[in-house]
């Protein structure tokens, strides 16, 4: 990735687009980009971050581990997507690991360069602030859908909320990765999964093609989950069904 493409990739990305020319010219001069293949270790659990890595091409994954070796994906990011700025000004490392799950190319922009042009840059600074504010109400939604939301709930919400921007009656939800991993960053089995779309299909709440799923009446499956989550009951009859306990990680 030559000087180019790199002030052309910060310029795109939400975290880097508020920022001055100069601003962008001094995070690309201190970047380097860096290539992965597919299921890839990126980084480990207690890894020091290097900088803000930002995707540009490709899709990877954060997850943590259980002592029993569980995985739980806790976020799947694109191109423009970023991670690794928390951890630069809480001098903490990784609580998670990243792994590549296409072929990934990362621009890595350094820890130095970050925190020098946070303090001469006001604007970079306030769009660190929203990007973490956007992180932290994705782990209180988390929460709570996991904590109180059973797993047929949580797939249900998860298809509603990503059809919010669009109007009418239908929306069309792609996915930019694989049910499985999915299924991870919901807290669900494969099996659940699977047995949820079918459950939404075989009703006509929905339409799935490979990774595009089609929600053929918005209101009637919004409606759907209000009614379980009213009365207490479960979408449908799934041993698994059921709320899923997950402890709260404290950072």
């Known amino acids: 990735m030559n000087q180019l493409e790199k002030i052309e990739l910060l310029r795109q990305a939400d975290l880097f687009s508020p920022l001055e020319d100069r601003s962008i010219e001094q995070l690309a001069a201190g970047s380097k980009s860096s ?10 659990t207690g890894d020091l971050s290097p900088g803000i890595r930002l995707v540009r091409c490709g899709l990877l994954k954060l997850s943590i ?3 029993q070796g569980q995985e739980k994906v806790i976020a799947m990011l694109d191109r423009g997507k970023a ?3 928390a951890e630069i000004f809480s001098g903490q490392p990784f609580h998670y690991d990243a792994h590549s799950i296409s072929k990934v190319e990362l621009l890595t922009v350094s820890r ?3 925190r020098r042009v946070s303090q001469a840059d006001a604007r970079f600074n306030r769009a660190l602030v929203e990007c973490l504010s956007r992180q932290f109400d994705a782990l209180v939604r988390d929460i ?3 904590s109180g939301y059973t797993v047929s709930q949580r797939l249900v919400s998860f298809l509603l909320y990503r059809a919010e921007a669009q109007s009418g009656k239908e929306a069309m939800v792609e996915l930019a990765f694989t ?3 999915l299924a991870s960053r919901l807290g669900m089995s494969p099996e659940s999964f699977s047995r949820t779309l079918r459950f939404l299909q075989d009703r006509g709440l929905i ?3 490979v990774r595009r799923i089609r929600i053929n009446d918005v209101d009637a499956l ?4 209000a009614e379980s989550l009213r009365d207490g009951t479960c979408l449908m009859h799934l041993s698994s069904d059921q709320p899923f306990r997950t402890p709260v990680l404290r950072h």
């Open 35 to 44: 290539r992965f293949d597919r299921k890839a270790r990126i980084s480990r």
């Open 65 to 67: 581990h259980s002592h």
């Open 83 to 85: 991670f690794g700025q």
């Open 112 to 114: 130095d360069s970050v």
């Open 144 to 146: 709570k859908y996991a």
């Open 179 to 181: 049910k499985t991993a």
């Open 207 to 209: 339409t799935v093609r």
């Open 222 to 225: 919004s409606d759907l989950l």
